[in-house]
Structure formats: structure tokens, C-alpha cells
């Protein structure tokens, strides 16, 4: 071989072990990747390390029911839902609040803030729910 032709192979060997290297690093990456735990949606973990405080902030209930949840001109105090609400009762009822506007305790709420829906929040887990059901039965 001329000196040029020595050059050329070099390069190429030089190339395909990079190709080669590269691969493998990325499959090592799709094994990760595959594992249990990663593979849960992001958002679930983190609403599952949050506390329930902070889910009542981050999910906005404060927003409407006042930052310690008595109750504002918007929607109503959270403090007495243990009277009214059994634990599976008020999963259900954040999943579908619509479904529960015939009775006449809705009805008043309907009447007392008319321009204001409470959310559906049955895009969240249920056990998060559950988790903000059972602070929720539990507010002092
Ligand atoms: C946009 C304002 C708004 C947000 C945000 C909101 N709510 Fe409500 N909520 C209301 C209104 C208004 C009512 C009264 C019922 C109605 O009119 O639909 C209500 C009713 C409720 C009730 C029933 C109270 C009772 O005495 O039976 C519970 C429980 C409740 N909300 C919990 C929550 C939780 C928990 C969150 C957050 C995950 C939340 N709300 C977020 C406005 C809101």
C-alpha cells in the first residue's frame, strides 16, 4: 500500500469503531430506558412524591377554595367534606363532579357560584387521590 492508501484505511477503521461504539451506547440506553421504573409516566411519580398540601396547591384546589381551604366568593370551604363524603365517595366525585350537581346541596353551590366549575381532575392517578381524599376527610 502507498503511504496515502495506509491514510485512508486508518480513517476508515477509525470510523467504523466509532460507528460500532456509538451503537452499542445507545442500545445500553434503551435497556435503561426499558427498566420498570423509568417506564412509569414522569408525571405520576412525581404527583406520588408530593404531599397532599402540595398537590392542593399544584393542582390549583387553593386557588378556588382559599390557600387553607375555608372557602372563598368562588367555591366553597373543604372542611367539613368528612360529614358528607365517604373516602371512595370523594375519589369519585374529583373524577366527575358533574355527575353529582342533581342533589340539593349541588344545587345550592350551583346558586351561590354560578360562574364557577369545580374540575374533573380524572386525569390523575387514584391513588393520589385517595391520598388528597384522605387529607381532605382529615382538615382540622
Ligand atoms: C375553578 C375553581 C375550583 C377548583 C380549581 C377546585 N374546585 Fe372544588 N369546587 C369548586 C366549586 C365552585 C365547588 C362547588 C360545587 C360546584 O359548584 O360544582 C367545589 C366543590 C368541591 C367539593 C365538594 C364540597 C362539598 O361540600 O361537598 C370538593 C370536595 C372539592 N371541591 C374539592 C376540590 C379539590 C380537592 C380540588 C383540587 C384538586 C378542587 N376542589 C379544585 C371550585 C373549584
Not at 456509538?22 to 423509568?38: H, M, W
Not at 377554595?65 to 366553597?76: C, E, I, Y
Request: with cysteine; aromatic share 10%.
Amino acid at each position: 500500500m502507498t503511504k496515502p492508501q495506509i491514510w485512508i484505511a486508518a480513517v476508515l477503521v477509525l470510523f467504523f469503531l466509532l460507528f460500532f461504539l456509538e451503537k452499542n451506547t445507545n442500545r445500553s440506553d434503551e435497556q435503561v430506558k426499558g427498566a420498570p421504573p423509568s417506564a412509569m409516566p414522569q408525571t405520576d411519580q412525581t404527583a406520588q412524591a408530593k404531599t397532599p398540601e402540595q398537590l392542593i396547591t399544584s393542582l390549583g384546589c387553593t386557588s378556588c377554595h382559599g390557600s387553607d381551604l375555608s372557602g372563598t366568593k368562588m367555591a366553597p370551604d373543604l372542611h367539613n367534606v368528612k360529614d358528607n363524603w365517604s373516602r371512595d365517595g370523594l375519589i369519585n366525585y374529583l373524577r366527575n363532579p358533574n355527575s353529582y350537581m342533581s342533589t340539593k346541596r349541588f344545587q345550592d353551590f350551583k346558586a351561590k357560584y354560578p360562574n364557577v366549575i369545580m374540575p374533573s381532575f380524572n386525569n390523575i392517578d387514584v391513588k393520589v387521590l385517595g391520598n388528597i381524599a384522605d387529607y381532605l376527610r382529615n382538615l382540622k
